[in-house]
């Protein structure tokens, strides 16, 4: 089945950065999309950013585009979100997932949290203004 596990959250005062990485272990993922949401409380839970399994393809949501980064690194079964210029609506729980299935050779970065089928378990990001 394989596992996710996130880490890099914590409390940062607003402009500044913070790095989330997203280890898989059980299995590989390098054949599949990935992609990272976020849930702030009493809200659905939210794209952020999608890349293909080479990461030669990302997806951003609008409200992140530009202070977001995402990327992978297939020979350490790990994905990264790098995050400037924070904000204090950027505050939430912050997920990674794996696509439901393998495809490689395609760009497929799917944005709808149904697409994905293996989610860690989430790591807490807090921007203080």
């Known amino acids: 089945q394989g596992q996710l596990v996130e880490s890099g959250g914590g409390l940062v005062q607003a402009g500044g950065s913070l790095r989330l990485s997203c280890a898989a272990s059980?299995?590989?993922?390098?054949?599949?999309?990935m992609g990272w949401f976020r849930q702030a409380p009493g809200e659905a839970r939210e794209f952020v950013a999608a890349?293909?399994?080479?990461?030669?393809?990302?997806e951003y949501a609008d409200s992140v585009k530009g202070r977001f980064t995402i990327s992978r690194d297939n020979a350490k079964n790990t994905v990264y979100l790098q995050m400037n210029s924070l904000k204090p609506e950027d505050t939430a729980v912050y997920y990674c997932?794996?696509?439901?299935?393998?495809?490689?050779?395609?760009?497929?970065?799917?944005?709808?949290?149904?697409?994905?089928?293996?989610w860690g378990q989430g790591t807490q990001v807090t921007v203080s203004s």
């Open positions: 059980g299995r590989t993922f390098s054949t599949y999309a």
């Open positions: 890349i293909n399994w080479s990461g030669g393809n990302t």
């Open positions: 997932a794996a696509d439901r299935g393998a495809y490689q050779g395609q760009i497929r970065a799917p944005r709808r949290p149904v697409e994905y089928g293996t």
